[in-house]
């Protein structure tokens, strides 16, 4: 597994959350919620800092991660974080 996040996304995650360098953020998974890569899932964000990584990437100096025990939730797959200009907001993609 491996996780990128786009310069765009990372951008708008330093702004709304009002975070700079050294700061690091968690893509974890949650029960409930649409759009989940599995049915009756979904996943959240949270500041926290990486203890098991399965998969991380830093951008700016923010680590963006996810932790093994949820790396379950991938099914194999990679997580790309991009940017949609649309809604304005990150997307989650599975690749």
């Known amino acids: 597994m491996e996780i990128e996040v786009t310069e765009q996304a990372a951008k708008w995650y330093e702004e709304e959350l009002e975070i700079s360098s050294g700061a690091a953020i968690r893509f974890l998974v949650r029960y409930g919620g649409s759009g989940g890569l599995q049915p009756g899932f979904s996943l959240a964000i949270q500041m926290d800092e990486p203890e098991e990584p399965a998969a ?11 932790e093994a ?3 379950w939730y991938f099914d194999d797959k990679s997580l790309k ?3 949609n200009s649309k809604w304005e907001e990150p997307e989650f993609n599975y690749v």
């Open 56 to 66: 991380s990437t830093q951008i700016n100096g923010i680590t963006f991660f996810v």
């Open 69 to 71: 025990s949820d790396a």
């Open 81 to 83: 974080v991009d940017y």
